[in-house]
């Protein structure tokens, strides 16, 4: 496979070809879709290193690749969702070691470590992870293993510190894991600022296309890439080779989505952000966002998702009724413009005082800008702010 190094090539070319070698028996430009679950042998012990699809699939070894690569990490491996991809990566841990984690992220990540990973003897610490004094007095000395992050944050879109956190990580022993969906590989790189373990929803802005589910994680170093191919293989919870597939022919335009949905998200947040019927804009690439100077510093980009504040939960209903382009759903990074509430779809299972203590209002909704034309988008949102009156 031809090596594709990140200080010879850039970004928008490695994520077209690096994985993506034109296939050698017939020369296919684009990789073949392997859609088999096993492979002939010559004899007992003699094959050409596939055996069996749940360990080896060259469709999910060429997306491996490619995810690896642009992340900048030792190996990628992909699982059947996001949350799959949560679950391995905690079950490289084991009964009676700590996890630091963040207080603000996805709330089926904190159901995964509340409800089923504390029964198996896990124990978490949920944290603010924008402080590291916070972080500091979390950290139980030889039993804290790993601090776990969103940055930014989902849905509240709050920065941690990546660098800090791989610093105290590192001291004392632990890994620091960086779910890294929100910002994309194209505008953030965790693993060049410290982090032991990326990891993606691919659902989202890898996949793009809101036409899949799927998951994937990054090693930094060999070690860690060893035990996570034991698990990916013991466990078991690998993607079907289609959704491989889908997110190779996806990531290829990342950069030009990512730099469309960025376009098109710091004009909308700009635009809520001077409007009288929203009380607060909650985006990085605002000057009024707390971390904005830590967004310029560790992210070359500020992304796509934007949380607004509207008041009450009659305006956030009444909002999520009156737009036409942004689609009411759970989900996000895909190419057409989506509206969420989080406290009913996505962050139901955080208790409502951690809710509303993170500023996850009934009264908050969430938006994941597409990549359509900003006119039609301004003018759906400024709409449906007016029709709020
Ligand atoms: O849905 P799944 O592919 O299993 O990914 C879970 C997940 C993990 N991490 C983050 C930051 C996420 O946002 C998600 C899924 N989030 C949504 C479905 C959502 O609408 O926020």
Redesign the pocket.
């Known amino acids: 496979m031809t090596s594709y190094n990140p200080s010879e090539f850039g970004f928008a070319t490695r994520a077209i070809h690096a994985g993506q070698d034109p296939e050698e028996l017939t020369g296919a430009v684009t990789v073949p879709l392997y859609q088999t679950s096993t492979y002939a042998q010559e004899a007992i012990g003699q094959h050409k290193g596939f055996e069996y699809a749940r360990t080896q699939n060259p469709t999910r070894f060429a997306w491996e690749a490619s995810i690896a690569n642009l992340e900048q990490g030792n190996a990628g491996f992909a699982f059947g969702?996001?949350?799959?991809?949560?679950n391995a990566v905690v079950t490289l841990l084991s009964a009676g070691d700590h996890i630091v984690c963040a207080e603000d992220?996805?709330?089926?990540?904190f159901r995964l470590f509340d409800k089923v990973m504390k029964r198996f003897g896990l124990e978490f610490s949920v944290v603010d992870m924008t402080s590291k004094e916070a972080v500091e007095a979390a950290i139980i000395p030889g039993k804290t293993k790993m601090l776990y992050t969103?940055s930014p944050?989902?849905?509240m879109m709050k920065l941690t510190d990546l660098k800090m956190l791989a610093e105290l990580a590192h001291h004392h022993h632990a890994l620091l894991v960086v779910?890294n969906?929100?910002a994309s590989p194209y505008f953030q790189k965790p693993i060049t600022l410290g982090a032991d373990i990326v990891?993606?929803?691919?659902?989202?802005y890898l996949g793009g296309h809101s036409d899949l589910?799927?998951?994937v994680v990054i090693a930094a170093h060999e070690n860690i890439a060893q035990e996570l191919r034991f698990i990916q293989n013991a466990a078991g919870a690998v993607p079907g080779p289609f959704e491989c597939w889908l997110c190779l022919r996806s990531v290829k335009t990342l950069a030009i989505r990512m730099n469309q949905h960025e376009a098109n998200a710091k004009i909308i947040a700009d635009y809520c952000e001077n409007h009288p019927m929203v009380i607060a804009t909650h985006y990085p690439g605002l000057q009024s966002h707390p971390q904005h100077e830590l967004a310029k510093e560790q992210m070359s980009g500020f992304g796509g998702m934007i949380s607004i504040e509207l008041g009450t939960l009659e305006k956030a209903k009444a909002f999520t009724n009156a737009v036409r382009l942004f689609t009411l759903a759970?989900?996000?990074g895909g190419v057409e413009s989506l509206v969420?509430h989080?406290v009913s779809?996505?962050?139901g299972s955080i208790p409502k005082e951690q809710r509303e203590k993170l500023g996850i209002t009934d009264s908050l909704v969430?938006l994941?800008v597409g990549i359509e034309n900003i006119d039609d988008l301004l003018k759906d949102i400024a709409q449906a702010l007016e029709s709020l009156h």
Request: with cysteine; net charge negative; aromatic share 6%.
């Open positions: 969702s996001g949350m799959a991809a949560v992220m996805y709330g089926g990540t969103e944050t989902n849905p779910d969906t929100f990891l993606h929803s691919a659902t989202k589910v799927s998951g759970e989900s996000l969420c989080p779809m996505t962050h969430r994941s």
